[in-house]
Structure formats: C-alpha cells, structure tokens
C-alpha cells in the first residue's frame, strides 16, 4: 500500500449531492476531500436517464425577482451564495438535457475551488478508530466522518426465475431502429419504464409494461417520482386500442423457446388467472439500489427498504456505524416515496440540514436561528414572511420545518429554520419543553383524494374551515415536548401568497390564544409540578436551573441525571398531569373564542 492520507471528513461521489456536501465543508474551512471515480463531477449524468432528457424542472420565467422563491421552480441548482452558479445560466429548458447538468456540476466544483480527486475507484472501506478507504492504486485515505454520496449505482434485480434472460434498463439499446415489429416486455412501471416505452412507440409492434401494483401518477400523489406526465404519453396508446398495455401483473418466469420469450404473468386483477405471453425483447426497467460491497464486515451499514437503502437515523447518519453519514438520492430513505428527498431538489437543503447537524455535533456550532420577540405580532410577523419565501419548506413539504422554541419563561423565542420535522421529534433541536413548527403540506389525506382535478375547495375567506384545505399551506404545530397540543392552518391560496387579512389575522389569534392561554391560567413549567408532587425541593430545583442554562439538556433529563428523581416518575408525571392539563387549556380556549 501506499501513503495515507488523514481527514475530517471524506465525501465517496461527486454528484451534485458530493458538490452540495463540499461545498459547506468549504465555507466552513474543514479540512475534507471528495473521491470520484469519474474524470468529472456528475458522470452519471452522461449516461443516466438513457434518452438524456431530466424531468426535474427548470422553470427560469416565474414572475418573481427573489432568488430564494425562484427556487421553488428551479430543481437543478445547487445551494450557493452565487448568482452566477444558478442552473437557469445553463439551459432555458423546461426539461434541460442531462449533459446541460453535468457541464453546470463541472463548473460549480471549479468555481469555489472544491477539493476533488478524480480517477479514484473506492474498492474497500474499513474502520478501526477511523474509517479507512482504500482506492484501486492502494493508497489509503483515513477519516474521522465519512459522508456516502454514491448514490445508486447497483441495479435492483427482483427475484424472478430466468430473470436473466432480460435486457437491463443500463445497457439496452436505445435506437428505435432495434426494435422494429417487434413484441416488447417491460418490466417496472416508474419514469424509467415508460420512459423506454415512449421511445420505442415508433417502432415495435406492441409493448406491455408490467409490475404487480398499478400506476402511481405524479399529479395525483404529488410524489415527484411517481410517473410524470412528460412521459405517460404512452397511456394514450394503451387506452385508445393501440395495440399497447399496461398489465397490473406478477412476472412469475421467464423462459427461452427458440428465439422468443415465454413470459408467465400472473394477473392482480382477474381473480388469480395465469397466462404465457409471447414476446421478442424484455426489458428490465426496476430501478437500482445501494451497493454496500465496498464495506468492511466490521463497519457494513444495516440496510433497509427491500436492501435498496442503508438504515439511517433522523441526522442521516447509519444506524449501526458511529460516524458514517449518507447524502443525496440516499436520504430518501427518511422519506422514501413521500417527499422530494431523492432529487436535487429535495436533498439540497437535507444537506445544509446535515452540514449544520454536524457542526453542531463535531465543532460545538450552535445550529443558526435568530431571536424573536414572543409576541402574536412578532411571531406571525415571521412566519408569514418564511411561508411567502422560503424554497426548502415548499419543496420537502412537511419533511423540513422551521421551529420556535420557547424558553421555559416564556419571554424568549429561538427561531431555526429548514430543520427536519424527525430531528426535531427526536428531541436534537428542543432545548426547552415548548416548541412550534411550521411546514408547508397539502392535505394530510391526499393519497386517498380520488379526483385531483375536481376537489371541492374551501372558499378562500373561510378561514375556519382551513384545516380542509386540500392545496399547498402553512401549517403551525404546538408541541410539549413531543405531544401535539394544538395546530393552526393557514388556509390555501391560489398563488401560494399568504398576505391577506384571511391569512394573518387567524394566525395572530392563535399565537394570542395559546400565549394568553399560559399567562391566564398561570401553566406552570416541569419543575413546579415535580415540586407540588414532591418529588423535588425548591433548592433542588433553583441548582437545576441555573445547571441548565450552562447546558442544552432538557431540565427533567437533567434532575434525573442528578439522581433526585427518576426518569420514569418524570414521563410519568409529564404524561398525566402536565400534557392533560395543556390540551384541555388549549381546548377550552380555542373553545370560548
């Protein structure tokens, strides 16, 4: 072997999600490296999607002149405190070419001079103390935290019997000239899929696409990845006697006779009938997974999700391997098929989340958030500017949350931005009891709306009835610890623009509310109520306060700390008396006005 080479941090892939993670260590002046295979950043791109078409959007007239609103329409760019480094100085497209990408993703590594070692094939990861990775030339690079953005580089086989047979998605042919008059099989009914059968409508005498569950359409789940209208063109020619179809069915083999394909299905919807299909081509189109063959025994990250994700907690780290995180299409794990989490314009702001998480982890960096005063006024005041505003809680919709936390006086107000709503949960952010979120979601039933396009809407004055806004809309959560007390939504909006009275009055009340509510009935904070029960003194509890301000513990995880009361007895007292108490206030406020 030859030297080593000692780090912080060691990112494995520079993809956007690598470029994204560099260049936060960057501008934080952490000493990191970048390993990448390829001679560029973003080589994946010059092969991946086949036809070289993104369906990530690249909306660059908005009407708008903020940059961080544009954001919304903009899922390409990478994060950055430059103007000139934004997707829209690199193609006008509403759907840009993939080399459009990779030419924007080379020049943003050179613009902030991004530390990057090209050429480097990763063939083993270790750890003792510290990881270890050791490249194709031997050398050994070691690290204290080691940041996967490989993304997924394995391709999912399902167990099918002579699943073998099949062309893979990767490497089958693209030219329409191949398949002329031709019988086509594929099997997977996501992007890829259909993506492959638009291209080879021209040509093929018929083609079915095939997977034992049905469609999930985009514009319905408003899950981005789920099939998208830019290439479901090929549902017209199912569904206008075509020759074409779409089988909701299960593949059970597939065997060679002669130079066809005997496919035998088994259908989802016809009450168990079988059938043998004969077909020219079948093509495999089921997606990729993670590829962990690169880990060490020793350091092998729990896998999850049919083996396709590592296992990851609510800070992207690995379940079971201290010190090893994950960024990109990876974090989808957290989210998987819910939110945005498996495309640029989700894990962008994961990774400023996880950059932040780690600062305040390894380099005693608080996360940022600002002051507010704790008042109705002062509080509406920003949140109505953050949901008129912000990218990051538009695009990862109830994943991300901005949180208030209030301090246990309830005369200060610590207000972060972009946090995950799981990291929150967790208890990693709350310092004190009280708290509020706010997300951007649509409505908590969305799945099970049958007609998207034929919703019956709240009129846009009724403000009471908003929590039945179907659309796009704040909402603000009031949590003690982590028991929901109360919630407010702010109603939807055809421009996504809270401004009116409709919006701000409603939400000025419920911050009046739940605030005057505490003063009025004089709510008291833990330690008063561990005191009434006697479980703690007066001096035993003035020591842990004053404890308290030196540390981010929370102030019952504290005393029990201390050994004056337990754990149990606390959660105990917490959960039937203090939480009781503060849902039935709220409720009788909410109640009364």
Known sequence: MSKITEFDYLIIGAGPAGLQMGYYLEKANRNYLILEAGETPGTSFNKFPRHGKLI?????YTGYDDREINLRWDWNSLLSDSEEMLFKHYSKRYFPDAKDLVRYLCDFATHFNLKIKYGVRVVKIAKDNKFMVIDNNGHVYCCQRLIIATGFSKPYIPSIPGIELAENYTDASINPEDFINQKVLIIGKGNSGFE???????????????????????????????????????????????????????????????????????????????????????????????????????????????????????????????????????????DYKKKQSGFIHGFRYNIRALHHILERKYHDRELPNQLVEPTPESLTKAIIKRVNQSSA???????????????????????????????????????????YTLTLEFSQEIDKIQEPFAIDRVHKDDAKNAP???FIHPIVRYYFRNTLISEHHVIEDLASEWLEDVHV??????????????????????????????????????????????TPIRLGELISSMGWVSQEKIEYVIDKVVVPQRKALASSSFTSN
């Open 196 to 334: 492959t059968a638009d291209n080879l409508v021209d040509t093929t005498a018929l083609i079915h696409i095939a997977s034992p569950n049905p469609i999930s359409m985009a514009w319905k789940t408003k899950y981005v990845g789920h099939l998208r209208a830019v290439n479901n063109n090929f549902l017209d020619t199912y569904q206008l006697k075509s020759q074409n179809a779409v089988l909701d069915a299960s593949i059970n083999t597939i065997k060679r006779q002669n130079d066809k394909f005997v496919v035998s299905v088994t259908y989802t919807h016809a009450n168990g009938e079988r059938e043998d299909l004969i077909y020219d081509r079948v093509i495999l189109c089921s997606g990729f997974r993670f590829d962990d063959s690169l880990f060490d025994s020793a350091c092998k990250p729990d896998l999850t999700i049919n083996d396709r994700f590592p296992a990851q907690t609510s800070e992207w780290e690995s379940t079971n391997v201290k010190d090893l995180y994950f960024a990109g299409v990876l974090m989808h794990q957290r």
């Open 468 to 470: 039945q806004s179907a």
């Open 393 to 435: 809680l538009w695009q990862q919709t109830g994943f991300l949350c901005d949180t208030i936390v209030l301090s246990s006086d309830g005369k200060a107000a610590e207000y972060y931005e972009d946090v995950p709503v799981d990291y929150v949960r967790d208890g990693k952010l709350a310092q004190h009891d009280r708290y």
């Open 56 to 60: 990530s959007i690249n909306k660059v």
């Open 505 to 550: 009055e409603p939400l000025i009340e419920f911050f009046a509310t739940q605030l005057s509510t505490e003063s009025k009935f004089n709510i008291k904070p833990l330690g008063a109520y561990l005191v009434e029960a006697g479980l703690l003194n007066r001096d035993q509890l003035k020591v842990a306060l004053d404890k308290q301000k030196e």
